[in-house]
């Protein structure tokens, strides 16, 4: 069987998923206090790694920076889907 035939899994628990909802809640407002469109920046960070499009204004960036893009993406999703 090669890599190309196997699935990843991932596995976030519940202190990381709180976690990464708060972190999320903070980069969030820092943003729209700071008057940027918070969805289009996260959105921008996520797509591609690019720290500068999030703030620095009350440590945002280097929160969001504390946390796997893989594991940002999979707590957007969870979320969305509501499971």
Request: charged residues 30%; negative net charge; hydrophobic residues 35%.
């Amino acid at each position: 069987m090669s890599d190309l035939d196997l699935t990843r899994r991932f596995n976030i628990s519940r202190t990381e998923e709180w976690e990464t909802r708060q972190i999320l809640s903070m980069v969030y407002a820092a943003l729209q206090e700071k008057g940027y469109n918070p969805i289009n920046q996260i959105v921008g960070y996520i797509l591609s790694e690019d720290p500068t499009y999030i703030t620095n204004y009350n440590n945002a960036r280097t929160l969001i920076r504390k946390m796997d893009r893989d594991e940002l993406l999979q707590e957007l999703v969870r979320y969305y889907l509501d499971v």
